[in-house]
Structures are given as C-alpha cells and as structure tokens.
T-cell receptor
Framework: DAKTTQPPSMDCAEGRAANLPCNHS???????VYWYRQIHSQGPQYIIH???NNETNEMASLIITEDRKSSTLILPHATLRDTAVYYC??????????FGQGTTLQVKP | SAVISQKPSRDICQRGTSLTIQCQVD?????MFWYRQQPGQSLTLIAT?????????ESGFVIDKFPISRPNLTFSTLTVSNMSPEDSSIYLC??????????FGPGTRLTVT
C-alpha cells in the first residue's frame, strides 16, 4: 500500500485559505487519493477524493500534481469548526483505507 | 451517503471479560471494516468483513481476540475478547457503498479497568 507523508501540524487564520500538503511518491497509476478529517472524538468525515484531475466540492478543493506524487487539500475559507486532524490516504486496490498520522490543523481567530 | 450507528456508544468493562459492538447501516453495503483508535493515535484497520465470507484480518489482529460476524448486508458485530487495559480504545465501523466512497460510524469508546 502506498504511504503518505503529511506535516504533523499546521495553523491557519480564520477566514483564510488552509492549504494542507501531502506526499505520496509511491502511488500507483490506478490508486485514488482520499482526504478525511476527524474532529475530536468523532468518526472520520469524508472530504474529497481524486485520481489525477483537480477536484472541487462544497467542502474543499483537491489539487493533484501532474506526476501524482503529491497533492494539496484546500479549505478556501477556514472557520474555527475546521479545526481537526486531516488525513491524506491512498486507497489500496483492495479497497482498504490505511490511515497515517495526519495533520492537526488549528484554525485561530 | 450511508448512515451508520454503533452500539454501545461507550462502555467500561473489567479485564478478562468480552464486549460485543454492533454496527448497523441504513442501506445494503458490500464492504464493512472495523478500525481501532488507541488514545492519541491514528486509526488502525483491524479487519475487513464482507457478507458471506470470513473476515480478513490485518497483521497483528487475530480472530480469537476479535471475532467478527457479518450476517447480512446491513449489520456486523465485533467482539473484543478477554479484554485487558491495552484494549482501551475507540472502535469504529466503516462501510463502503461503492468503489469510491467509504463512511465511518461514530465509534464505540471502550475503557477496560
């Protein structure tokens, strides 16, 4: 299974864009990049996923580099409620999601 | 998206006993997964449970300790057997209702004394 590398923590000012990076240099051609977040004591929440094109939904945008070795999750206007642990995951061909340590995003007023 | 409920939401158990956690989904799903999240840690996959077949366990997890049932496409149980304080964790059920989407339940917070 392809592994991901994320910074352990990041800060963001409320109202500003939060850009969360992720490296996945061993990703295979047909493996998807998924992003989840976990707000304290809750189950992980699905945010977005992509294969090679950039994706956008009501929560976030996902930018994947052309070589697919890294990606960035963008929260366009971070709020205090976006404070959470964000997980970047490469979904294996078996369908399993293997979680890394994630990035703890702290949104500050 | 699938709506997932787990019972119990939390429990405090004595060492040596067993606890069965239930996971109920509001729609039929092919793939169900059980995760463990130890205090301050990320999620670790315990096993994959597909209806009609034996659960597939990840390295470090065995059926005798974590027996799983999957009687139909909307329900599964995970039993934590012969518990010790090291089993104190949040246990999460997850379901995949397509090739792309996977959703998580609220978790069961287990404390073993």
């Amino acid at each position: 299974d392809a592994k991901t590398t994320q910074p352990p923590s990041m800060d963001c000012a409320e109202g500003r864009a939060a850009n969360l990076p992720c490296n996945h240099s061993t990703i295979s051609g047909n493996e998807y990049v998924y992003w989840y977040r976990q707000i304290h004591s809750q189950g992980p929440q699905y945010i977005i996923h992509g294969l090679k094109n950039n994706e956008t939904n009501e929560m976030a945008s996902l930018i994947i580099t052309e070589d697919r070795k890294s990606s960035t999750l963008i929260l366009p206007h971070a709020t205090l409620r976006d404070t959470a642990v964000y997980y970047c995951i490469v979904k294996s061909n078996t369908g399993k999601l293997i979680f890394g340590q994630g990035t703890t995003l702290q949104v500050k007023p | 998206s699938a709506v997932i409920s787990q019972k119990p939401s939390r429990d405090i158990c004595q060492r040596g006993t067993s606890l069965t956690i239930q996971c109920q989904v509001d729609s039929q799903v092919t793939m169900m997964f059980w995760y463990r999240q130890q205090p301050g840690q990320s999620l670790t996959l315990i096993a994959t449970a597909n209806q009609g077949s034996e659960a597939t366990y990840e390295s470090g997890f065995v059926i005798d300790k974590f027996p799983i049932s999957r009687p139909n496409l909307t329900f599964s149980t995970l039993t934590v057997s012969n518990m010790s304080p090291e089993d104190s964790s949040i246990y999460l059920c997850s379901v995949g209702d397509s090739d792309y989407e996977q959703y998580f339940g609220p978790g069961t917070r287990l404390t073993v004394t």
